[in-house]
RNA sequence: GGGCGCUUAGCUCAGUUGGCUAGAGCAUCUCGUUUACACCGAGAGGGUCGGGGGUUCGAAUCCCUCAGCGCCCACCA
């Protein structure tokens, strides 16, 4: 015996992996005349440790790669990591704060080197962990968003938009974080609901609520809705003189139906510097927008006595001060509003105006399909095309829903960690500006300019990683040739060639707005190609009480690094796909991953006792499909194996998996191997188990491959490398017998069990299966013996066609009348239902003939059933 | 305000275009240590599929409605 008792995952998985690595498994060929499979894998933060969510996604995607091996395919899943600009640039700079200095001191220069140091001592951290998940990834082809040549790629996809103008640079209003001194995307900002005090304060003729006074001190403009009777007597562009915070001012009145008559006096002012909605009014009425509050989130001299005071200082101070000049009207404790937050660092957002980059979405510059189309119809295209699809399917409407209400996206951020925008500029003395937009840093020197100065910020991290599908396919050495064009680049490159559009984008749906749709946005537009063909969007894990997991709550979070050791891959692994919907969330449960511990077990334990069945003289034999209990595990391999390919086709994993289970399980373990026990075929047993190792290895390679490697029946061939076996035909009566068989067996134990008696004889008159599979009978039901003789009487079993009777005397088969009576009862409930069902002429008539005919088959089992169930109920009533 | 999802056994959840007596894992109860496995085997109990209405020969599944839970988006002057 070469396979120990037990199977301990933490004794091979590493050599395991380690064996497919040096083996070059899961380095793709793009020469190759196999079909090309491709997955992206979503980069993740280089710095970060694994989670469960990336468990749960190195779990699918690996499945859907190994699967795509064993169908004979040439695989791309290609890794990578992402320079996560914000979350990282915030680490260094608060640990330049723990050191008593901060990144202006020491320079931007001697900042990026600082956090190149920190980025490389954590990045080998989490690609190690993602092997450890036995991602069948190809590391031959890691990138990284910070690599020379996705640069290269982020610069040329950058001033290819800014010559198409679909990049412009404007004063905006963008979300700015005060405490990272950054702006962030709409989409990373969150909302807090927070009770605040409400005030109403008298303004001119007017009275106007706000929560936040401290922004009031520059608000000249009142606005009202066009249609608001109360005011009608008030026109458009009226001005009225009125005391103010800091003394009388003048006030214009402007009518906008963004205002809500039915919220508060319907009258309010607006601080266009400081909020969305009032710098688009100021923007329809060519308004004055003033900065009230600067970015570190203090107010400016416009305030007065109150400058350089933060707004929470300021505001009691504020309303006292208007309460003093008898402008207070009234103040509401119980206001609840909500407050937006960056989601990273959970700062309060301050609306500011800053000149940043933009990426237009509205402009129908995109030649798409052979039309000029602007970036949100390019991207309403692809889904109504059916390009691309989405699984699960009710993505598509939140997908639409996302686009319809797309708008400019801002993407300079004012950190230093990243890619910086590739933007010049340079002033002559006369103070005029030029812009230079370009690949590589412009060398031009003219008399009477300033040198060259690149543009401080960096870009949003989505811009490089909605670049991911097709920048990684790039060839790095082609890269650095800068006479070739980006689109010379991707044609020249044998991986773009040969693996995009990928096949598959595998991720959660909580980054379809952030990612996906921005892959698409950059894919259809700089290659011309969809980046996927599906999207599969996979749940969020969520701890075991249902809530998110937390650092908040440390408790709550499940370390998966602690659960391999314990456990092992493969187990948690299928603990996080059973059971699971796509797009559906997850509880965090051990439950699951126990029973898959256990899963494994049995698998293991089912080729032991293979291994020991053959013996260690065993030389490989013919395949013969002999004995019905051949016939019918054969069939149903063949089923199993057909059903959990289509299902993987189709991204079903836990249906796939459940097959999987239970057919090994159930069929395999209970069943045949039992059978196996009264009569071996020892050909087959081999061939059931190398089929059973391949249909679970996308599951569970760990444990599969263990087994096959430490068996060692072809030598140093690697089950991860193997293609999928053809299952020779079984014939469907001698499966039917077996099933014959069960019935007889479960029947038995039920008697047994139901009458405590053990030992029993089983007679039976005449039966050729039953003269044939004695053995296996008399095993499975454990009893005495299994015996034919002409005539005799016992208990007869009801569940066959078959005439065989348990030999129990009369007294203590008694004890089952109960059973038999509840049994007819249940039976002629289902006869009375189904001859309702037929008698029922509209049924007949529309109902499917398939179902119908099942129907009536049904019927005559039943009553079959029913009629052994009353002879023999007779019998005893009788007798008795 | 708009949208999405969920509500099925004690618990966690499946149930693919409507069609076997609605399933799984865990938990519970009974029996059992037979040399693959106690991380085991055999057997059992347990659900009027959130409530109500409708469509249909037929509804957990489709439609309407009500209730509860969760999430997202917008707004919050």
Redesign the pocket.
Known sequence: MKLP??YEPSEYEANIYALWERSGAFTADPTSHKDHFSISMPPPNETGTLSLGHALFLTLQDIMARHARQQGKDVLWLPGTDHAALPVNAIIERKLVEEGTNKHEIGRDAFLARTREFVADSRGTMLTQMRAMGASADWTRLRYTLDDALNRCVNETFTKMYSDGLIYRGNRIVNWDPILETNVS??EV??VEEKAKFYTFQYGPFQ?????PETKFGDKYVVMHPDDERYATYQHGDTFETEWINGPITATIIKDDA??PK??T?V??ITPWH???DFEIAERHGLDKEQIIDFHGKLLPIAGEFEGLTITEARERIVQKLDHKGLLVKTDDHYL??IAVNERGKAVIEPQIRLQWFVDVNKPVVNWKGKQRSITEVLQAVIADKDITITPQ?FN??YS?WVD?YRDWCISRQIWWGHRVPAWYRTDTDGKQETYVGVQPPTDQSDGWHDWEQDPDTLDTWFSSALWTWSTLIDPAIAQDYSLSLDELLQLSPDFKAYHPTTVMETGWDILPFWVIRMILMSTYVTGQVPFKDVYLHGMVKAAD?KKMSKSRPESIIDPLKIIPQYGTDALRMGLIM???PG?D??W?T??I??N??F???LW??A??IE?TLGDDYTPEKLEITSVADHWIMQKLQQNQQAIHADLDQY?F??AY?KLYHFI?DDV??WY??AS?AAPNKPLLAFLLETMLLLVHPFAPFVSETVWQTLGWEGDSLLATKTVVAIPKAAAAKAESFTQIQNIV?ES??IQ?ALKVSGVTLYYNGVDFLRDNAAIIKRLA?LRDVTEVTDGTGLYLTSTSASCWLDIDQATAKAYLGELAQKQT??KA?IT??EQ?LS?T??VK???HA?VTQTKD?LAE?RQLLVSLEREYARFDTTA
């Not at 106007?208 to 936040?212: C, K, L, S, V």
Request: glycine share 8%; aromatic share 8%.
């Open positions: 008792k037990t709409d989409i969150e909302y106007i609520g706000t929560a936040r205002v809500d919220f508060g319907g309010m002012t909020s969305q909605i509003h909500s009710r409407k939140i829903h209400n249902g059971g699971v919907k559906n997850q509880n449960s439950g699951k126990e029973a511990r256990n494994c077990n049995k334990n089912i032991r006792f020991a079903a836990s249906e459940d399980w373990a209970d191997i039992e026990k479960t134990r039920f069990n454990r249940q039976q289902v239902q189904l069902r029922n509209s049924y529309n109902a499917p179902v049904q039943a």
